[in-house]
């Protein structure tokens, strides 16, 4: 509350000052809306800064810098080739090549990557450890059980626009998104309550991109840390873009116990399988059992043993026959 406080001052002040001293030739009103103007941009631009890694600001000026003495350069080669060029014309290209500068060198944070550790280390540790989440993983929800557990540490970070989406969601007219949307408001909750855990919400938005997905990799690009996500199509796109990735449903997998062939195990079958006669059964994490020949078994408990194991991108599959139906055990040897 007090920091909106101090930016208003600032925008009041600025226009007041505007009004007293008002560019020459204008009206004080003129003035003021210059001077509010000017407050204005000097509140986003330390809103922006006080959200950029001190590596960001730091490389960010220095390609600045160049990028005006690069600017500065032309506009002395344009004087010289036209006489009647304009002063303005000059300041002109050197405030073009600090905004290319500095935004090369941003976009370029990540080849820095190497110099910036050496120059910022905390900085650099610090970002290094922050997941940014997207609305998939925060909908999910095992990401809070995840942070209970103290499994994951560093600073979760939650970007403006995904806060957005999540509401466009939440307030949707279908029953089943806004139930959705309103649970991930909950999860969000859930780990501000978590000892130990920093969540941040990123105000930064990444304006020459449309698409979420793409937004959220470029960001996390920028801050050095890892997607969370849930969401298959994104961590692919993530993996070919070069940004790290935590899918919560892959660390699940590697989680479920591992199951061998022969192994016994006790099911409740459920329904009949896709093939003739097969049955389904489930077990406590969600895996799926397919029993041959178990379709005369559903509603019953049944004992079963494992034939083969698959895994696939949506998860792990369990093949089994009714224990009753195995082959017993080959006989080693020959009675006397």
Not at 77 to 84: H, M, R, Y
Not at 312 to 331: L, Q, V
Request: net charge positive; charged share 20%; aromatic share 2%.
């Amino acid at each position: 509350m007090l920091r909106i406080v101090i930016r208003t001052l600032v925008v009041v002040v600025a226009a007041a000052a505007g009004a007293l001293a008002p560019p020459a030739g204008t009206a004080p009103a003129a003035g003021a809306l210059v001077g509010a103007l000017a407050g204005a941009l000097a509140v986003a631009l330390e809103t922006r800064a006080a959200s950029t890694p001190i590596d960001g600001l730091v490389w960010g000026a220095a390609g600045g810098a160049l990028g005006c003495l690069a600017g500065l350069a032309a506009g002395a080669i344009v004087a010289a080739l036209v006489p009647g060029a304009r002063p303005s014309a000059i300041g002109l290209l050197a405030l073009l090549g600090a905004y290319v500068g500095a935004a090369t060198a941003l976009r370029r944070l990540g080849e820095l990557a190497g110099v910036s550790a050496r120059l910022f280390p905390s900085s650099t540790r610090r970002r290094g450890l922050d997941k940014i989440l997207d609305t998939s993983a925060i909908i999910d929800g095992r990401i809070a059980d995840l942070c209970e557990t103290g499994f994951l540490d560093g600073t979760l970070v939650v970007p403006r626009f995904v806060l957005g989406e999540l509401q466009r969601i939440a307030d949707s007219t279908d029953g089943l998104k806004r139930s959705r949307g309103r649970r991930g408001f909950d999860v969000l909750e859930r780990l501000r309550r978590v000892p130990g855990i920093a969540l941040e919400i990123d105000e930064r938005d990444v304006a020459h991109v449309a698409e979420v997905d793409g937004k959220l990799i470029e960001l996390t690009r920028v801050r050095g840390g890892k997607v969370v996500t849930t969401d298959y199509n994104l961590n692919r796109l993530a993996g070919l873009s070069g940004v790290e990735v935590l899918n919560i449903n892959e660390l699940a997998n590697a989680l479920k116990p591992v199951v061998l062939a022969g192994e016994v195990m006790r099911v409740q079958v459920l329904r009949e399988g896709k093939e003739p006669g097969q049955g389904v059964a489930y077990l406590d994490d969600g895996t799926m059992v397919v029993i041959d020949q178990g379709k005369r078994h559903i509603g019953q408990a049944l004992d079963v043993v494992v034939t083969s194991v698959l895994q696939t991108p949506a998860g792990r599959m369990i093949f089994t026959r009714s224990r009753e139906d195995a082959p017993a055990p080959a006989r080693v040897g020959h009675d006397a």
